[in-house]
């Protein structure tokens, strides 16, 4: 039997005792380029995923790109800490390095069934849960209305740790653990691999351990015993040879094209979603043009409830702009009979005025539990001067049971607070209140910034696609095909020393 389509090998190799201290250092130029990389991966598995789906084949630039990209993941996962496998850095290529101790390939799959795209996705779900089982380390749920959140350490996250003071103390790596977290990586490659559609073999459910790809006992029969293998059609063409590195200057623009086009996917993503807030706003405004919150029950045994201070620089230019625009409208209810009082005034005056008393300050709107999110502030409990006798307010009402405050924002300069108090100034307070603001119709601004954004997307795709395809079929490439695989449970290889000298035996330890 032959090995499965997707190659994940590493030899072993002999890390130092506390580099692994510094290497989330050492890893942060990789996660860079690395995210970037990811963003035109995602991207560039979408239009592989329709140029399956109408035509059958994986396009070759993609491809490339997109095994180049698990590649060099694979490779600073096995310097980092994903298996803490060597200490020597790793690459900054797509394409594959014989010399480095982890590699990664996957045999072209020629024409893949055209159905593919729409169940891939779904048949790695099992795959998915099993891993996530084995790699993940939290998970959250919903108590009493609350988001519960809990964590701990995972398999793998206490493996490497493991290995890592293992390291620290005895200079040894224990094989056992290494050939385990070569497994997992290894597993998680052939999905990820299966979900990209650069395998349309599914997934083996095995934790296929060790460095060395080993013998697929579920694999095809081996060339030459007269049976095709069924995932790859009888006539697909061979690989093309790889075509002439370009030149400097060339490969400068095309990783600028894949850069600039990430950016613009990146810009576009936050143009349309802004396009979509100002649209779900404009479909809550009533017929007057106000856009209204939900209600909020607001209740304190203090003689004020405050709102955190709100920075106003208001400009004619804007009303000249938008109209009648900015328009603040507060609506109350008193929960008893009760008269209440509300108001606007800066900061300052209101925090003279109830200096010494006790208050509270609305933090958040909603909080956890779906109320407000209060914030006392230290005093004394107690009545204070009616509010309506303050000469500060820049609006006010007051009144029983509903009453309804006015304020023309942007005609205001300074840090200012709204007040709910009653009209008496005692304490406990207990009210539902809503703020509507007046605003004009964001049709036009938000469909606009929608179709910009598509247009920015699309020349995004179309950047990423020209850089990622060129990077594939210059830089990308396959290495060499796999050997005769390895007993994985018997000695570690021989590791290649890169400065030339006689090859010597690096044992990963034992277990």
């Known amino acids: 039997m032959t ?56 396009p070759r630039g993609i491809y ?11 490779r600073v996962g096995y310097y980092g800490y994903q298996v803490l496998g060597t200490d020597r850095y790793p690459p900054f290529k797509l394409g594959p390095d014989p010399d480095y101790p982890a590699d990664l390939w996957i045999d072209y799959p020629g024409r893949i069934p055209n159905y593919q795209p729409l169940v891939a996705w779904l048949l790695a779900l099992p795959h998915a849960l099993l891993f996530a089982a084995i790699a993940g380390s939290g998970y959250a749920v919903f108590r009493d209305g609350n988001l519960v959140t809990q964590s701990g350490l995972s398999l793998v996250t206490v493996a490497v740790l493991i290995a890592a003071v293992g390291l620290a103390f005895t200079g040894e790596y224990p ?3 290494y050939n385990l977290l070569t497994g997992i990586a290894r597993w998680s490659m052939r999905v990820l691999a299966y979900v990209a559609l650069l395998t349309p073999r599914y997934p083996p459910f095995r934790l296929d351990q060790g460095g060395d790809e080993p013998v697929d006992p579920d694999g095809p029969p081996p060339p030459g ?22 030149g400097a200057g060339t490969t400068v623009a095309l990783v600028l094209s894949v850069v600039v086009g990430v950016v613009m996917m990146l810009g576009g993503a ?15 405004r009533d017929a007057a043009g106000y856009a209204t919150s939900p209600d909020l029950t607001l209740t304190t045994p203090t003689a004020a409830v405050v709102s955190s201070d709100m920075t106003i620089q208001g400009d004619n230019r804007w009303r000249m702009r938008w109209g009648d625009f900015g328009t603040v409208r507060v609506t109350a ?27 509270d300050e609305v933090t958040r709107a909603w909080g956890n539990a779906g109320g407000p999110a209060l914030r006392r502030i230290s005093g004394d409990i107690r009545s204070v001067s009616p509010p309506a006798a ?51 119709s964001l049709v036009p601004v938000g469909s606009g910034l929608l179709v910009a954004a598509g247009v920015a997307i699309l020349i995004a795709f179309l950047l ?15 290495s060499a095909p796999p050997t005769a695989p390895a007993d994985p449970t018997g000695p570690p290889p021989a590791v290649e020393p890169a400065s030339g000298s006689p090859a010597t035996t690096a044992p990963a330890g034992s277990s």
């Open 464 to 478: 990423i696609y020209v850089g990622a395809a060129g990077l594939g079929r210059h830089h990308g490439g396959q």
């Open 3 to 58: 090995a499965y389509s997707v190659h994940v090998r590493a030899r072993p190799d002999r890390p130092s005792r506390l580099l692994w201290l510094v290497k989330w250092l050492l890893l942060i130029p990789h996660l860079i380029v690395l995210a970037v990389l990811w963003i035109a991966f995602v991207a560039l598995t979408i239009v592989a995923y329709v140029a399956v789906l109408f035509t059958g084949r994986y």
């Open 175 to 177: 094989r056992g653990l």
């Open 64 to 74: 490339d790109f997109n095994v180049g990209v698990l590649r060099w993941s694979w």
């Open 390 to 440: 303050q000469s500060f307010w820049v609006s006010q009402a007051s009144g029983t049971g509903t009453v309804q405050l006015q304020w023309d924002a942007l005609t205001s300069n300074g840090r200012y607070v709204l007040v709910l108090a009653n009209a008496d100034g005692s304490p406990s307070v207990a009210a539902s209140s809503r703020i509507a603001v007046k605003v004009p």
């Open 270 to 284: 936050v143009i349309g979603f802004g396009g979509g807030v100002l649209l779900a706003v404009n479909s809550a």
């Open 333 to 359: 209810a008193a929960q008893g009979q009760a008269p209440i009082f509300l108001g606007v005034a800066l900061a300052s005056d209101v925090d003279s005025w109830l200096s010494g008393t006790a208050r």
């Open 225 to 246: 015993s007269g049976t095709v293998a069924p995932w790859i059609s009888a006539s697909a063409p061979p690989a093309p040879p790889p075509p002439p590195r370009p």
